[in-house]
């Protein structure tokens, strides 16, 4: 399960979801250890889930051909989880900037968008490369 903890305590929320699918049953990545056979993996987006944008500045671009292709050579964007003053608010900034969505970004329609062009292997968010690498294992 993939949840975007939107300012929730990362610890709270997770053993919310860990005692969850323990309930129903159901092995996770975390109780077995390495040591078993697993079906669930419980994994939060820190910060926010438009982290995992920024993590893949090509497909942004490429969603959003007036972003500057620069977008993820600039500072403040390197490491897309420790983005200040929150991720969608920035991406909002970004793509206003450049002519997109002048009354606000409609979340789920530039998700839509993005993640046609996302690339797993180039992705340069922690978050995500740790729910990459689980889903790979649970794959497995």
Same mark, same amino acid.
């Given at each position: 399960?993939?949840?975007?903890?939107?300012?929730?305590?990362?610890?709270?929320?997770?053993? !919310?979801?860990?005692?969850?699918?323990? /309930?129903?049953?159901?092995a996770?990545?975390?109780?077995?250890?390495g040591?078993?056979?697993?079906?669930?993996?419980?994994?939060?987006?820190?910060?926010?889930?438009?982290?995992?944008?920024?993590?893949?500045?090509?497909?942004?671009?490429?969603?959003?051909?007036?972003? =500057?292709?620069?977008?993820?050579? !600039?500072? /403040?964007?390197?490491? =897309?989880d420790?983005?200040?003053?929150?991720?969608?608010?920035?991406?909002?900034?970004?793509? !206003?900037?450049?002519?997109?969505? /002048?009354?606000?970004?409609?979340?789920?329609?530039?998700?839509?968008?993005?993640?046609?062009?996302?690339?797993?292997?180039?992705?340069?968010? !922690?978050?995500? /490369?740790?729910?990459?690498?689980?889903?790979?294992?649970?794959?497995?």
């Amino acid at each position: 399960m993939l949840v975007d903890r939107d300012q929730e305590n990362c610890r709270s929320l997770k053993t !919310k979801l860990e005692d969850a699918a323990q /309930q129903a049953g159901l092995a996770t990545k975390s109780s077995v250890r390495g040591q078993g056979r697993f079906v669930v993996v419980n994994r939060l987006a820190i910060e926010e889930l438009e982290a995992w944008f920024f993590g893949d500045p090509e497909a942004l671009v490429q969603a959003y051909p007036r972003v =500057p292709a620069t977008i993820g050579h !600039k500072a /403040q964007y390197r490491n =897309p989880d420790a983005i200040a003053g929150g991720t969608w608010e920035a991406l909002e900034r970004i793509l !206003k900037k450049s002519g997109y969505y /002048q009354s606000g970004m409609p979340k789920v329609e530039t998700a839509r968008n993005v993640s046609k062009y996302m690339n797993p292997d180039r992705n340069n968010s !922690k978050s995500f /490369q740790v729910f990459r690498e689980a889903l790979r294992e649970l794959a497995q």
